[in-house]
């Protein structure tokens, strides 16, 4: 006995030092970014995830923007009472940015970087931002192939040459570049940005299911493999490392399993701006109600239709 418990210490001291070296070399390989505001902070734990098609070098438009695009906003917040909520933030939703008026919400990114993105996010929720992560779209298809496949569901067959997505009705394992145009369609769907909404969490969800399965959990050469890949699409706000994001990935999948991967309130899908084209339009009261919920930690998911 006293000898299988020595070498069961061994182990664990073993194991937790590779785990521990692992993560020590993958932080060293993530950007971190100034992204965080000086705003008060709000009771509980807030991420702003976000995917971005980052470009480099391209001209500012005539609205101001540049070629940096944030096509995915994700809101995670962990209550003070422990309850979790994930919410998607469309992009076209008409926000007002500050400095520049009422534009869609992706606008914020391409105008001012993440630092921008997060100062919106944070006046348009009422929730100060304690992470910001962002993860750029072609390291979806390096994170997917790290861990092989993840299996992913849709309604329809699809055959959508704007994103490369070809799909038929089911469930299908499939590999970083479907993984990847799965994540970005929208031009097939007759909901457009919402219906891409509902594909990516179930993206995130599959990818969680499939990193914690043994097969990826107890194998090193996937470990090495996934954590290199992650880091490398990975750049966070300053003092966020590898922990944080693993326990935000932890809370994302708590909220999805939860039930409380809610919708925000919408008044009209399809309103008509000045500079933005259409956008989609919120009611100033069902907002400030809704995120107020979330973050006291009360909010309850919707009844099933």
């Known amino acids: 006995m006293r000898l299988g418990a020595t070498l069961l210490v061994l182990l664990l001291i073993i194991t937790g030092g590779w785990f521990a070296g692992l993560a020590l070399w993958a932080d060293s390989r993530i950007e971190h970014v100034d992204a965080l505001s000086d705003a008060d902070g709000t009771p509980g734990t807030t991420w702003l995830i976000a995917g971005s098609d980052r470009r480099d070098g391209e001209a500012v438009s005539d609205d101001g923007t540049t070629g940096q695009r944030a ?42 970087g993440p630092s921008l993105l997060v100062q919106t996010v944070e006046q348009f929720t009422g929730m100060t931002i304690d992470h910001y992560v962002e993860v750029g779209f072609d390291g979806v298809t390096g994170v997917v192939d790290a861990v092989g496949t993840v299996n992913l569901c849709i309604d329809q067959d699809v055959d959508d040459e704007k994103s490369g997505l070809k799909m038929t009705e089911g469930c299908h394992d499939v590999g970083g570049e479907q993984a990847l145009a799965f994540v970005r369609a929208r031009y097939f769907d007759p909901t457009a940005d919402l219906g891409r909404q509902q594909r990516q969490q179930q993206f ?85 109600a809704f995120f107020g919920s979330i973050l006291d930690g009360t909010a309850q998911p919707a009844p099933a239709s």
Not at 74 to 90: C, D, E, I, Q
Not at 227 to 251: I, Y
């Open 71 to 112: 096509d995915t906003m994700m809101l995670l917040h962990k209550a003070r009472n422990g309850n979790t909520y994930l919410v998607s933030l469309p992009r076209d939703t008409l926000v007002d940015i500050p400095g520049h008026g009422g534009y869609k919400l992706n606008a914020a990114y391409a105008m001012g």
């Open 204 to 288: 995130v969800s599959a990818l969680m299911d499939r990193v914690t399965s043994p097969s990826v959990a107890l194998n090193p050469v996937t470990q090495v493999r996934l954590a290199g890949a992650g880091s490398a699409s990975l750049r966070t706000s300053e003092g966020t490392g590898l922990v944080d994001v693993g326990r935000m990935g932890l809370s994302m999948r708590g909220a999805m399993n939860g039930g409380t991967a809610l919708t925000m309130p919408i008044e009209d899908p399809a309103y008509p701006t000045k500079h933005s084209g259409v956008a989609i339009l919120t009611d100033e009261n069902d907002i400030s």
